[in-house]
């Protein structure tokens, strides 16, 4: 893994300097009192271009896909806490252990929905949730639907 300070340094060629400022989520961060953060916009172009995927991106696009990509995993947690609780009587403060993006793994139902016809996800993850003690893994899916009407806003951030 690269350190930190490092993570937030331009890129090779990088054509204008993007923000080293990180956001701190609204999700519960397992083993400690606080949540998690949010990688900068800097952090997050470097781990495109590391990752063999950001040979298209612009920095100036950058500001974008960071909100998309924090907005997506809000929108995530609260669904991921209407499922937790069911398990309130147990613990009513589960928390984000961690999680590791699978985007060239299909999940069970992903591999039969795409044998049924269906379009593949274009992303997967794996949140580990300490539910007061007890480990409970979620198989994340994320799926484009061209059906949806495409919000041209900024999300908050």
């Not at 989520?25 to 950001?54: C, H």
Request: hydrophobic residues 35%.
């Amino acid at each position: 893994m690269m350190p930190s300070a490092a993570q937030q340094l331009p890129s090779p060629g990088q054509e204008a300097p993007l923000s080293t400022d990180r956001a701190v989520s609204g999700i519960a961060r397992g083993g400690v009192d606080s949540t998690w953060v949010y990688p900068s916009e800097q952090m997050f172009y470097n781990s495109l271009k590391r990752k063999g995927k950001g040979s298209d991106v612009k920095p100036e696009d950058v500001q974008l896909m960071v909100a998309i990509h924090n907005n997506m995993n809000e929108k995530t947690w609260r669904e991921l806490l209407m499922w937790e609780r069911f398990h309130c009587k147990k613990c009513d403060d589960p928390r984000l252990l961690r999680f590791l993006g699978r985007p060239d793994d299909l999940s069970p139902k992903a591999r039969m929905k795409t044998w049924m016809g269906h379009d593949a996800p274009f992303d997967r993850h794996d949140w580990v949730v300490d539910r007061c003690g007890k480990e409970v893994r979620y198989i994340i899916d994320y799926y484009h639907d061209s059906k949806l009407p495409v919000d041209k806003e900024l999300p908050a951030q």
